[in-house]
């Protein structure tokens, strides 16, 4: 299983980022896919989940409406729309799924300053 992260960056707050993940080793389209992020000195956080059909997504509060966890079967991707960024949205954030343990990409560093 690997992944492969990408997108992140230095945005102004109010700014938007899109995340990718290309996955690779594992029958994607039969696993929910999550994206994670870890702020420094904290805990890694769920941030979003979606299912393996795409039909069903599970946010943080704390980003709800703001961002969006999409997918895509065919390309082996997941992606994560990230908009009206806050400083608080600093972090790396991952890529991740569950198959009998819990799998991670290297991680895209986001951050959010003006």
């Known amino acids: 299983v690997q992944f492969v992260e990408s997108g992140g960056g230095l945005v102004q707050p109010g700014g938007s980022l899109r995340l990718s993940c290309t996955a690779s080793?594992?029958?994607?389209?039969?696993?929910?896919m999550s994206w994670y992020h870890q702020a420094p000195g904290k805990e890694r956080e769920l941030v979003a989940r979606i299912t393996s059909d795409g039909s069903s997504t599970v946010y943080a509060t704390s980003v709800k409406g703001r961002f969006t966890i999409s997918r895509d079967n065919v390309a082996n991707k997941v992606y994560l729309q990230m908009n009206s960024l806050k400083p608080e949205d600093t972090a790396v954030y991952y890529c991740?799924?569950?198959?009998?343990?819990?799998?991670w990409g290297q991680g895209t560093q986001v951050t959010v300053s003006s």
């Open positions: 080793g594992f029958t994607f389209s039969r696993y929910d």
């Open positions: 991740s799924t569950y198959i009998f343990r819990r799998f």
